[in-house]
């Protein structure tokens, strides 16, 4: 079994486990792709390749890679990896500017815009809600979309970790422990539509183009 760890997005280092050989080979990431099982994450790919851009731990062990992986399909699956698609972001002066263009998409569809003003539940909440037109020609009270601005402080997760030791005889050793991870930096942006979970971005620009989109359909 050969483990690498391997810089990511999150805070933590990803680890990527190989575990056979040849056309046994298999491969395992703690990456998010990589935790679904018809997924072949990019972490994989590269150190099948030989990239070891960004690898932290386990260096040594890529030359015993290279042979293990001789005729394995994963190899094909490598050279065939596509990145994920690049989100699309949304490109404006100012944040002004942001709201006044969004402002001005909505009302053309018919949607009353209202600010999301600071509240005493969520202090440094802020930003804009939409609301569809009733049959009484009135703005409906629930909002039918939202985006808005909120920072929480993020607080430290318990991880369990196992681990599998291997003796000359075969023997396998079962041990498990628990950690502290340190908290994620919180996505500050949120949109949210009628009936459905929130969705969280880092930056106001990564945000903005699924409202928009959900404007244009309207």
């Known amino acids: 079994m050969l483990v690498y760890h391997v810089a990511g997005s999150a805070s933590e280092p990803y680890r990527v486990t190989f575990d056979g050989e040849g056309e046994k080979l298999r491969a395992y990431c703690t990456c998010p792709a990589g935790r679904r ?20 731990e386990g260096g040594d062990d890529i030359d015993c890679l290279q042979k293990v992986s001789t005729n394995s399909p994963l190899l094909a699956r490598a050279l065939a990896h596509a990145p994920a698609p690049t989100k699309r972001v949304a490109i404006f002066d100012s ?5 006044a263009s969004l402002r001005q998409q909505a009302e053309a569809k018919g949607i009353v815009v209202r600010d999301i003003n600071p509240v005493d539940t969520w202090p440094d ?10 049959k009484h020609g009135k703005p409906l009270k629930a909002a039918a979309a939202s985006i808005y601005h909120r920072i929480s402080e993020p607080e430290p997760r318990q991880e369990t970790v196992l681990t599998i030791a291997i003796d000359a005889s075969a023997v396998c050793t079962f041990t498990t422990a628990t950690r502290e991870v340190p908290p994620r930096a919180p996505r500050p942006w949120h949109v949210t539509f009628a009936g459905k979970p929130p969705r969280s971005f880092g930056t106001l620009e990564r945000a903005l183009p699924c409202l928009i989109d959900w404007i244009n359909s309207q």
Not at 95 to 99: F, G, L, N, T
Not at 128 to 134: D, P, Q
């Open 37 to 56: 099982s018809a997924s072949f994450c990019k972490h994989v790919a590269a150190l099948l390749m030989g990239d070891v851009t960004a690898l932290i």
């Open 125 to 134: 909440a802020a930003g804009l809600s939409l609301h569809r037109i009733g």
């Open 95 to 99: 944040p002004e500017s942001a709201w």
